[in-house]
């Protein structure tokens, strides 16, 4: 066997969600949960996703099937990586335990699926009018926002691509 031949470990991380339940048993608690697109992981992703793992004993995140992005209405050209290439660059991420998708137009279903301790969300959200915060307060978890690190996002990193055309 070669050292080429063998699959990654952290592919292990990638699980369907008919296959969550599994997964989760195996996952050290507090749970902390979040969601997104991650088109092209950037430097404000990545310090996102440490800061929210630190926040827990691990880390599920789960991302928006291609169709469901496209409902959000980010261009047409979006996502410019498949839900299966973003899986797999979320799950090489050290912070990242667990990398599921999701279909729906928000992550209230999975959120009540999955019943994380945690919640995050990345930005500059008000919490407490979020949907999903009552939800996972009626079990008894957290819910906060973290701070994006500014200057980053995919979006603007393709208007600067498309003016320099």
Known sequence: MHAHDQTPAFLSKICHR?????????????????NGV???????HVMYLAQAR????????ALNTDASV?????????PLNGETDRAIVMASQQAVDLVTW????????????IRPDILVKGGDYDMDTLPET???R???GNAQALPFVEGYSTTRL????????
């Open 102 to 113: 999701f279909d729906e137009d928000t992550p209230v279903q999975i959120i009540g699926e």
């Open 18 to 34: 008919g296959d969550l339940a599994a997964h989760l048993a195996l996952l050290p608690r507090p749970w902390v949960f979040t």
């Open 134 to 136: 009552a939800l996972v």
């Open 38 to 44: 991650f088109d092209v992981l950037h430097r404000g």
């Open 70 to 78: 496209r409902r959000l209405g980010k261009g047409d050209d979006r």
């Open 54 to 61: 630190d926040l827990g004993g691990s880390l599920i995140v």
């Open 158 to 165: 393709l208007q600067r691509i498309r003016a320099q055309r």
């Open 138 to 140: 009626s079990w008894g």
